[in-house]
């Protein structure tokens, strides 16, 4: 571990406790997770380092996202602090709101941004939907000056809700049009902001998830430096 020989090594910390709304005896605050990075991430020599701040961070731009405040203890300074210590350890920040799939940010906030016939699938094709996610973009790049943002594009249209029917065609997209959509904005304001846009390929690839309403069939129309 003294000389690693790959260029990029990469740690990710996908939900803590407080995320998922459990019961936890110490929360994870800043000072907790900062001694994790120190022990683990720099530790074992890892040089970025991803973390999800969608349902612990109070948001300032658009206060109607801050849902469940009360288990929302990371503030905006207290990302500036977590993305300076991990610069201080050459370790570069790659924030994660996931969208789409997985969807505890936008989708939680109103019914209608959620998709029907589906659960935990927020409707980024709603007109509303892209605005309030990038405010929290915004928010975070601000704050953090990371360096890779991703919406992880994981598990969209995974688990489908019973009592509602699925339509063929999402605010008049089919669900292809409408993925490709929001990554194209999405990327355009991380252009403006110089961050890289970092995505799975759960959804692009055809022998995995990429299947699911011809998702994989958008990758030839993605800019190739994501």
Not at 140 to 164: G, H, M, R, V
Request: hydrophobic residues 40%; contains cysteine; proline residues 5%.
């Amino acid at each position: 571990m003294d000389w690693p020989d790959l260029g990029k090594r990469l740690a990710r910390a996908s939900y803590l406790p407080d995320q998922l709304n459990n019961q936890v005896i110490e929360k994870t605050k800043v000072d907790y997770l900062l001694k994790w990075i120190d022990r683990f991430v720099a530790g074992n020599k890892f040089n970025i380092l991803s973390l999800h701040a969608d349902t612990m961070t109070i948001y300032k731009t658009r206060p109607e996202i801050n849902y469940n405040l009360s288990n929302r203890f990371y503030r905006l300074k207290d990302w500036k602090k977590i993305a300076e210590y991990c610069r201080a350890r050459f370790i570069k920040l790659m924030i994660a709101l996931p969208a789409g799939g997985h969807d505890c940010h936008i989708g939680k906030i109103k019914p209608e941004y959620r998709e029907k016939g589906w659960v935990n699938q927020g409707d980024v094709a709603h007109p509303d939907y892209f605005p309030l996610y990038q405010s929290s973009v915004i928010d975070i790049i601000n704050a953090t000056d990371c360096e890779y943002f991703t919406p992880n594009l994981d598990e969209w249209w995974s688990a489908q809700e019973p009592k509602e029917k699925i339509n063929e065609l999402v605010h008049g997209q089919d669900r292809a049009a409408a993925m490709l959509e929001f990554i194209m904005k999405l990327y355009k304001v991380l252009k403006k902001k110089q961050v890289k846009l970092c995505l799975f390929s759960d959804m692009l690839d055809p022998l995995h998830n990429g299947s699911r309403f011809n998702a994989d069939k958008i990758v030839e129309k993605l800019p190739k430096d994501i």
